[in-house]
């Protein structure tokens, strides 16, 4: 009864931080139609940033946060006005910009090992003295219920923004038909430079609980954003709603599937999941 | 008493190039307020083009595009701002928002909420249909009632000048001749200057004053629509022997 009550637990909480990548990775396909790998390291971005303003600068750690997830969502803001908007520009295809983005990724991985070197490291100011609690034998800690509360709490605003804004409803339109969102005089290159803000912002976000949770590395992006894209493809892509149920999916068959099995079976049960997906339903649960 | 004609928009010596191809050599074409204009001329002529250039979404060679007699850079979202609205071919609603959504991204420039809604209303007095559908996704709609519904949208915000590309393309005879009507009666209820490109001559210059006549990216005729409809221009046009 523990170990299954453990398994739902551990599953919940790897689906709330996968569908906060997917979030974000399906708001950017959405609008621009490409696979943005790049993402994924906007969860090491938020992870060092906060790493360096409480570890190094010993500042504040809720005005850390906050850094770190502005400043995650600015890299994405920047990245897109200056190598994707350009690239678009000059009507690259969207094989040029996945290209591009991995480019992106790739160097960024690299300057944050310079930096902070490629070590294993912890945001938690003291690991052992965090509060945990135990649910019908199951233990859940502070810091995953902050990730489960905080995954609830952006897609519960993600859906709202994108349903009851003027700004939500144009992101929707693009998504839809980017010409003729421009038509009706929505200036969609600013708006994509919004989602990419909001989206690598949630990236950042995810990065830093995660960093919360267990640590960080410069390698982290790597392994998250392979998840958020199963779970984005699983759920249907570019489909928000579909990214959240293919993340939830991914982390119960990912956890439960190594219930008898060692947990470094994780990574080839998810790839497993991925490719049964792209051989009998490519467009994943949501998308018809 | 000669009243002096007001001219909304103007294209001079306008050349698009797609690649290395030549779409559009040195166009010259005018809008008066209040007229009804129709660019007609076999597949390939470069009709769709023009309108597209209008927009910035065509790649400007050579030539100038100007509004009220001014030249404009021709840019999407700002067209819309300057008061033209443009329904491309194809029906291209937003098909995952309902036709209520559809109007509201249709009047996006509309800052005011008050001013949108009321709006909305007066735009579903004019289409009962869309009033009947309004929370219907848009995809879900038939043909005839996405192109009202894309007609609809443009007409948002209420612009001087609408382009209408190819109204009637897919649409059974019957309704096309229902969003011929709609176009005629917005023009003369709100004096709106509309260019058409249609590939339906008859339905076309039987509702618009003037017509000019594409072929191979050039205009070989312009005229009222009813001297054109006389002349042998488009039948040498459409059976290849004007080149």
């Known amino acids: 009864m523990e170990i299954f009550s453990q398994l739902i637990f551990n599953s919940i909480i790897a689906g709330a931080v996968y569908a906060l990548i997917a979030l974000g990775f399906n708001l950017i396909y959405g609008a621009t139609k490409f696979l943005n790998l790049a993402h994924g390291v906007m969860t090491a971005i938020g992870g060092y940033t906060v790493f360096y303003f409480t570890k190094t600068l010993d500042w504040n750690i809720y005005l850390a946060v906050i850094i770190g997830i502005l400043f995650a969502g600015l890299i994405g803001f920047s990245l897109d006005k200056f190598v994707y908007f350009p690239l678009r520009k000059r009507k690259a295809s969207n094989m040029v910009l996945l290209v591009a983005s991995f480019g992106a990724f790739t160097a960024i991985q690299a300057i944050i090992a310079i930096l902070f070197n490629s070590r294993f490291q912890t945001l938690s100011q003291n690991t052992s003295a965090q509060k945990s609690f135990e649910i019908f034998g199951g233990v859940i800690t502070q810091t995953q219920l902050i990730i489960l509360a905080s995954a609830a709490l952006i897609m519960t605003g993600l859906v709202l923004l994108l349903h009851k804004t003027r700004f939500g409803k144009a992101i929707k339109a693009i998504s839809d038909d980017e010409e003729v969102a421009k038509i009706v005089g929505i200036n969609t290159n600013k708006i994509i430079g919004y989602v990419f803000f909001i989206g690598s912002a949630i990236a950042g976000f995810a990065g830093i609980l995660v960093g919360f949770d267990t640590g960080i590395e410069p390698t982290m992006g790597l392994d998250l954003l392979f998840k958020g894209v199963i779970a984005s493809i699983v759920g249907g892509i570019g489909n928000l709603y579909g990214g959240v149920l293919g993340a939830f999916l991914l982390g119960f068959v990912e956890n439960f599937g190594i219930w008898k099995i060692s947990g470094d079976w994780k990574d080839a049960i998810a790839f497993a999941l991925l490719i049964v997906f792209l051989i009998f339903r490519p467009r994943g649960i949501m998308n018809k | ?243």
Request: a positive charge; proline letters at 4%; hydrophobic letters at 40%.
């Open chain 2, 1 to 243: 008493m000669i009243m002096k004609k007001e001219i909304l928009l103007q294209l001079q010596n306008i050349s698009v190039y797609y690649g290395g191809v030549k779409a559009l050599d040195s166009v010259d074409i005018s809008l008066d307020k209040g007229e009804i204009v129709a660019l007609v001329g076999p597949n390939g002529a470069g009709k769709s083009t023009i309108l597209k250039a209008i927009f910035g979404l065509a790649p400007i060679h050579s030539g100038k595009v100007l509004w009220h007699e001014k030249e404009i850079e021709p840019i999407p979202h700002e067209a819309a701002q300057r008061g033209i609205a443009f329904i491309p071919q194809g029906r291209r609603v937003f098909s995952h928002l309902t036709v209520e959504e559809n109007l509201e991204i249709g009047g996006f420039i509309l800052k005011d909420k008050h001013k949108l809604n009321r709006r909305i209303e007066e735009i579903m007095e004019t289409f009962p249909i869309l009033r009947q559908k309004k929370k219907a996704k848009s995809g879900t709609l038939s043909g005839g009632q996405q192109q009202m519904l894309a007609l609809a949208r443009g007409l948002m915000t209420d612009p001087k000048v609408l382009l209408f590309d190819e109204p009637s393309l897919g649409l059974a005879p019957k309704i096309a001749k229902e969003v011929f009507a709609k176009i005629k009666e917005i023009n003369e209820k709100h004096k709106t200057a509309i260019m058409v490109v249609e590939h339906n001559i008859k339905f076309s210059l039987k509702i618009t004053h003037r017509a000019y006549v594409l072929n191979k990216g050039e205009i070989v005729a312009k005229d009222t629509s009813q001297k054109l409809l006389k002349s042998d221009v488009l039948e040498k046009i459409f059976m290849g022997k004007l080149v």
